[in-house]
């Protein structure tokens, strides 16, 4: 079962993954870390920021979760430039040592094989950061994903396009593929941190948490991760059977432990 942290608020949460990822660097300084994109992340990422002076970020080492296929080189919505501006210029990453998934078409055949070689290449994820969809997909695994699937392309479901439509002009600009770190993938990182903000996130997280292991809820596959940390408000962590008993547990949990 994961460890379930609830906070009081994003920012909370942005502030104690921050801690655990430069407890990280400081024990490994070429870490590497796995990069959640969309909104979910952002809070650790400022909080990392905030927090990198006198840290040394200049060996660390990131791989991109997905990215969508086909957008123009370049396109602010890629999530090659979201990684650039929202975690690679704030921090001062080296930017050839952050990778993201190739969605350009000419290359999609491979990428999916190119990507897994690179992160083995590197010795595999560290620390994971994940977000979850309302759909229940982490990463873009969606409902069907096999909990064996390696990185490859994925159609979006209707739903995610529907969410992600607030970062386009439409929803017909959402596009309609994308390339995805697998669920078998994210499961061989060393330490997963999910985080959920906000009670449209609530029902994904129960089920992802507490409902059984099931394809149909991509998210559920961190019950099988030896070392799963889920960081929640208070609303996405709403609809959870047993928030007391977490609470309980985290209150109770010696602080060298950390997360
Ligand atoms: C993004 C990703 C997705 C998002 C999820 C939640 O790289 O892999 O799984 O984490 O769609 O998105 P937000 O955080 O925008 O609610």
């Known amino acids: 079962m994961a460890e ?20 990280l660097i400081e024990e490994r300084p070429d ?3 796995g990069l959640a ?47 650039t501006r929202e975690v690679v210029e704030p921090l001062g990453l080296v930017p050839e040592r952050i990778q993201v998934p190739n969605g350009a078409a000419e290359t999609i055949q491979h990428a999916g ?14 620390l994971q950061i994940l ?15 096999s909990f064996a699937s390696l990185t490859r392309v994925k159609t979006l479901t209707e739903q995610t396009r529907r969410d992600n439509a607030r970062f386009f002009d439409s929803i ?7 390339i995805t770190q697998g ?31 099931s394809a149909n809820l991509p998210g559920s596959a961190v019950q099988l991760h030896p070392r799963a940390t889920v960081v929640l408000d208070e609303a996405a962590a709403s609809e959870l059977q047993h928030a007391d008993y977490y609470r309980y547990a985290y ?9």
Not at 11 to 20: D, P, S
Not at 113 to 126: F, K, M, R, S
């Open 172 to 178: 017909d600009d959402v596009p309609m593929h994308c």
């Open 113 to 126: 094989a190119d990507y897994e070689a690179a992160i083995q290449a590197a010795g595999g994820v560290d």
């Open 31 to 33: 870490a590497v870390l």
């Open 37 to 83: 994109t969309g909104s979910t992340p952002l809070p650790v990422y400022e909080a990392l920021a905030a927090r990198s002076q006198g840290l040394d970020l200049s060996r660390v080492r990131g791989f991109a979760l997905d990215e969508y296929v086909g957008l123009p080189a370049g396109h602010p919505e890629s999530y090659r430039s979201v990684i």
């Open 131 to 145: 977000g979850i969809g309302t759909d229940g997909h982490i990463g873009f695994n969606e409902p069907g994903s």
């Open 183 to 213: 669920l078998g993938t994210i499961l061989r990182a060393r330490h997963l941190v999910l985080l959920a903000f906000g009670a449209g996130k609530a029902a994904a997280i129960a089920a992802a948490l507490e409902g059984p292991l």
């Open 4 to 23: 379930v942290v609830i906070v009081g608020d994003s920012g909370a949460a942005g502030t104690l993954v921050a801690e655990a990822i430069v407890s």
């Open 251 to 259: 209150a109770n949990k010696p602080a060298w432990q950390g997360i």
